[in-house]
C-alpha cells in the first residue's frame, strides 16, 4: 500500500507563479524526500527533510513537514516551464535499510 | 549522476518467458534497490540488496528474483513473464552520508512490455 498520497494529482500553472504540492504519509518516519520526474526519465532527487526539521531550502524550493499532521508541502518558487514534471514524495519509515515508499505523484505543466 | 546504467533499455517479451534486466553500479555502493513504476501507483518497491549475495524482499515481490554476485551488478528476473509485469523498472543505488540523510539515485529505467 502507498505510505504517502500527492495532492494534488494534477496542477497546471503559468510561468512565475508559485506551484505547492501536498503530501501525506501514514506512518512514523525518519525522513521525507521529494523527487522530480521528467517524462521518460528516471527520478532525481530534489530534497531531504528530516523528522526532526520543520522546513527546509534549496534554491526555488521550499519544503515544509508537520509529522503531527503526518503531511509535507513541496513549494516551487516563480516557476518555469523546465519545472514541468511530476512530483513524487517518498518516506523512509525507518524499517531499515532506507526502503522507500513513494507516493502517486503531482503532474506540474507549467506553461510559458 | 550517480554512475548507474540499466540494461536493455527497452525490451518486448512474451508471456511465458524469462527476462532479466540488469543495474550496474560504477562507485561501489553497497545498497541497492529495484522499484517498479506504474500509473496510479507510484513506485513500489521490488527488492532489494544490502550487500553481496544478499538480498531481500520489498512491497510487490511475488514473480521476482533478484541476484547480487558482484557490488557493481544487481540482477532481476522474472522466471516467467506475465502481463501484469508490463512496466517501468528503475534501479536504485544508496549514498550513504551517515544514517537520516542517506539518499536513493535512480537509474535512467527500463521499459517492459510483455505480450
Known amino acids: ?112 | 549522476d550517480a554512475g548507474i546504467t540499466q540494461s536493455p533499455r527497452h525490451k518486448v517479451t512474451e508471456t511465458g518467458t524469462p527476462v532479466t534486466l540488469r543495474c550496474h553500479q560504477t562507485e561501489n555502493h553497497r545498497y541497492m534497490y529495484w522499484y517498479r513504476q506504474d500509473p496510479g501507483h507510484g513506485l513500489r518497491l521490488i527488492h532489494y540488496s544490502y550487500g553481496v549475495k544478499d538480498t531481500d524482499k520489498g512491497e510487490v515481490s511475488d514473480g521476482y528474483s533478484v541476484s547480487r554476485s558482484k557490488t557493481e551488478d544487481f540482477l532481476l528476473t522474472l522466471e516467467s513473464a506475465t502481463s501484469s509485469q508490463t512496466s517501468v523498472y528503475f534501479c536504485a543505488i544508496l549514498r550513504t552520508s551517515g544514517g537520516a540523510t542517506d539518499t536513493q539515485y535512480f537509474g535512467p529505467g527500463t521499459r517492459l512490455t510483455v505480450l
Open chain 1, 1 to 112: 500500500s502507498q505510505q504517502g498520497e500527492e495532492d494534488p494529482q494534477a496542477l497546471s500553472i503559468q510561468e512565475g507563479e508559485n506551484a505547492t504540492m501536498n503530501c501525506s504519509y501514514k506512518t512514523s518516519i525518519n525522513n521525507l524526500q521529494w523527487y522530480r520526474q521528467n517524462s521518460g526519465r528516471g527520478l532525481v532527487h530534489l530534497i531531504l527533510i528530516r523528522s526532526n526539521e520543520r522546513e527546509k531550502h534549496s534554491g526555488r524550493l521550499r519544503v515544509t513537514l508537520d509529522t503531527s499532521k503526518k503531511s509535507s508541502s513541496l513549494l516551487i518558487t516563480a516557476s518555469r516551464a523546465a519545472d514541468t514534471a511530476s512530483y513524487f514524495c517518498a518516506t523512509d519509515a525507518g524499517t531499515g535499510f532506507q526502503k522507500l515508499v513513494f507516493g502517486t505523484g503531482t503532474r506540474l505543466l507549467v506553461s510559458p
